[in-house]
């Protein structure tokens, strides 16, 4: 085993000295969206996992940073082996990952700082089951008589759909879910339609439970523009940020503000996207769709999967915005990967990317990071 070098007290001393002097660098300020909302700077490395097959069944999910400020990419240790195709993690929170027991085994002996979580996933074939940071949620997939089941550390909790106005006559589909900050409660978005479908009609309904009282309240407000079908809102397809629900609706992106009640359209983002490649091609088999897929700090990360070059040549791009001003971007056409920077400027020359795709995705970012 290599031997750590030592440092004398007056190297240390200096090594201490040098990082105070390069901390006194005045931060870069915040930036202001379209609406006028102030952002910190930019968070300037973003985690991510990659994925690589191994001989037989499964492969191995590594880890890596992507370096906005640098626009560089850096690939770390192995964090766990999986099987079979099953690769992303069912949530990432901060530097706490959730896995299914019965498929990934962490790498021991790495100290990449993040924690591990091993859970149980059983659920019934017409059961519906995601997993949130501190809790679970599981659909009873009987549309008679629906019943969501809320688990966490301290007990279960049942919320019976038809009690609630919001669901009656539709057809309703679990958006995402959060705890509250104190973990007093939990939030369950639903976006809901009409049994008999009608194009462009929909709602947003907010559950609300507190464990304290025992009492839920609903909230809902018309919602026009929302995805249906094989394109439904749920939480593999939303990032829910407190008030805030982003989607993609219709060729369009922003979020649902669900405290006043509106979607707000992030403009300026969906312009971004449309500039960046002006002269891509139509694909013949799936239409476009911007799938938020990270929340890193102040970093929201943007996926698009359906980018076409040719019959044998497929790609995708991960956008990266501070708000609504550009971060960077990754593009990849077939098995390479070329970076680009805020200004939409390409950074080297393209590198050979030979990770696989693993539930439609490329990378797997956290959903939120902040606390861990």
């Given at each position: 085993?290599?031997?750590k070098?030592?440092?004398?007290?007056?190297?240390a001393?200096?090594?201490?000295?040098?990082?105070?002097?390069?901390?006194?660098?005045?931060?870069?300020?915040?930036?202001?969206?379209?609406?006028?909302?102030?952002?910190?700077p930019?968070?300037?490395?973003?985690?991510?996992?990659?994925?690589?097959?191994?001989?037989?069944?499964?492969?191995?999910?590594?880890l890596?940073?992507?370096?906005l400020?640098?626009?560089?990419?850096?690939?770390?240790?192995?964090?766990?082996?999986y099987?079979?195709?099953?690769?992303s993690?069912?949530?990432?929170?901060?530097?706490?990952?959730i896995?299914d027991?019965?498929?990934?085994?962490?790498?021991?002996?790495?100290?990449?700082?993040?924690?591990?979580?091993?859970?149980?996933?059983?659920?019934?074939?017409?059961?519906?089951?995601?997993?949130?940071?501190?809790f679970?949620?599981?659909?009873?997939g009987?549309?008679?008589?629906?019943?969501?089941?809320?688990q966490d550390?301290?007990?279960?909790?049942?919320?019976?759909?038809?009690?609630?106005?919001?669901?009656t006559?539709?057809?309703?589909?679990?958006?995402n879910?959060?705890?509250?900050k104190?973990?007093?409660?939990?939030r369950?978005?639903f976006?809901?339609?009409?049994?008999?479908?009608?194009?462009?009609?929909g709602?947003i309904?907010?559950?609300?439970?507190?464990?304290?009282?025992?009492?839920?309240?609903?909230?809902?407000f018309p919602?026009?523009?929302?995805?249906?079908?094989?394109?439904?809102v749920?939480?593999?397809?939303?990032?829910?940020?407190?008030?805030?629900?982003?989607?993609?609706?219709?060729?369009?992106?922003?979020?649902?503000?669900?405290?006043?009640e509106?979607?707000?359209?992030?403009?300026?983002?969906?312009?971004?996207?449309?500039?960046f490649?002006?002269?891509?091609?139509?694909?013949p088999?799936?239409?476009?769709?911007?799938?938020?897929?990270?929340?890193?700090g102040?970093?929201?990360?943007?996926?698009d999967?359906?980018?076409?070059?040719?019959?044998?040549?497929?790609?995708?791009?991960?956008?990266?915005?501070?708000?609504?001003?550009?971060?960077?971007?990754?593009?990849i056409?077939?098995?390479q990967?070329?970076?680009?920077?805020?200004?939409?400027?390409?950074?080297?020359?393209?590198?050979?990317?030979?990770?696989?795709?693993?539930?439609?995705?490329?990378?797997?970012?956290?959903?939120?990071?902040?606390?861990?």
């Amino acid at each position: 085993m290599m031997k750590k070098p030592r440092f004398t007290f007056l190297a240390a001393t200096l090594l201490l000295f040098l990082a105070a002097c390069s901390s006194i660098a005045p931060a870069p300020e915040g930036v202001k969206d379209n609406n006028n909302e102030e952002h910190p700077p930019v968070q300037a490395e973003i985690p991510f996992l990659v994925y690589r097959v191994a001989d037989g069944n499964g492969g191995a999910a590594k880890l890596g940073t992507w370096d906005l400020s640098r626009s560089e990419l850096a690939y770390g240790d192995d964090l766990y082996s999986y099987k079979g195709d099953h690769a992303s993690p069912l949530y990432w929170s901060g530097t706490t990952l959730i896995l299914d027991r019965q498929n990934a085994v962490p790498v021991s002996g790495s100290d990449h700082g993040y924690t591990l979580q091993l859970t149980d996933v059983k659920q019934k074939p017409e059961e519906q089951k995601y997993v949130f940071k501190g809790f679970e949620v599981t659909g009873s997939g009987d549309e008679e008589n629906p019943v969501y089941t809320i688990q966490d550390q301290e007990g279960s909790y049942k919320l019976t759909l038809n009690d609630f106005q919001g669901f009656t006559d539709r057809r309703f589909y679990l958006a995402n879910a959060a705890a509250t900050k104190d973990n007093s409660g939990f939030r369950l978005v639903f976006t809901t339609a009409p049994k008999v479908f009608k194009p462009g009609e929909g709602w947003i309904v907010v559950v609300d439970y507190n464990k304290t009282s025992s009492g839920f309240s609903v909230a809902e407000f018309p919602a026009t523009g929302l995805p249906f079908g094989d394109m439904i809102v749920s939480p593999d397809n939303s990032i829910l940020d407190g008030d805030h629900l982003y989607v993609w609706r219709s060729r369009d992106f922003g979020y649902f503000d669900l405290k006043k009640e509106t979607f707000v359209t992030q403009s300026a983002i969906y312009k971004d996207i449309q500039d960046f490649l002006p002269d891509r091609k139509p694909n013949p088999n799936v239409d476009p769709q911007i799938i938020p897929v990270g929340l890193v700090g102040n970093v929201l990360l943007l996926y698009d999967p359906t980018l076409y070059f040719d019959e044998s040549t497929s790609g995708a791009v991960v956008y990266a915005y501070n708000g609504e001003t550009p971060a960077g971007k990754l593009l990849i056409k077939g098995s390479q990967l070329t970076i680009y920077d805020s200004n939409n400027k390409q950074v080297g020359e393209p590198q050979t990317f030979d990770y696989t795709l693993t539930g439609g995705e490329r990378f797997s970012f956290p959903k939120v990071i902040g606390d861990g």
